[in-house]
């Protein structure tokens, strides 16, 4: 059984940093991982993914921002956010699927996480 728990999420200043981590278990490392978000009212949108290959991706609003890593051996990604601004603020979702067709929309992920707040605020 699939399951990933995320955790890293909490309150922070503007220009700050956290680091969220996804914990996967049920599957080895050779499985697609995508950072999602989502606010009320709008769509869940991609944050950042790593590919089953090493391959990343990052949205255009944290590029440069954000990094993501795999830690195979505890398989384990973590999404170091730094920059921290207002309009990240989100719950972030992890997300895992073995062969996303398009490993950037959330529709294509099979395995989720329950989601982990991130509020960015002075």
């Known amino acids: 059984q699939v399951q990933l728990v995320e955790s890293g999420g909490g309150l922070v200043q503007p220009g700050g940093s956290l680091t969220l981590s996804c914990a996967a278990s049920?599957?080895?490392?050779?499985?697609?991982v995508g950072w999602f978000r989502q606010v009320p009212g709008k769509e869940r949108e991609a944050v950042s993914c790593?590919?089953?290959?090493?391959?990343?991706y990052y949205a255009n609003s944290v590029e440069g921002r954000f990094t993501i890593f795999r830690y195979a051996t505890i398989n384990t990604v973590s999404l170091q956010m730094n920059n921290l601004k207002p309009e990240d603020t989100a719950v972030y979702y992890c997300?895992?699927?073995?062969?996303?067709?398009?490993?950037?929309?959330?529709?294509?992920?099979?395995?989720w996480g329950q989601g982990t707040q991130v509020t960015v605020s002075s």
């Open positions: 997300a895992a699927d073995p062969r996303p067709k398009n490993w950037i929309k959330s529709r294509d992920y099979a395995y």
């Open positions: 049920g599957f080895t490392s050779n499985y697609n």
């Open positions: 790593i590919s089953r290959y090493g391959g990343t």
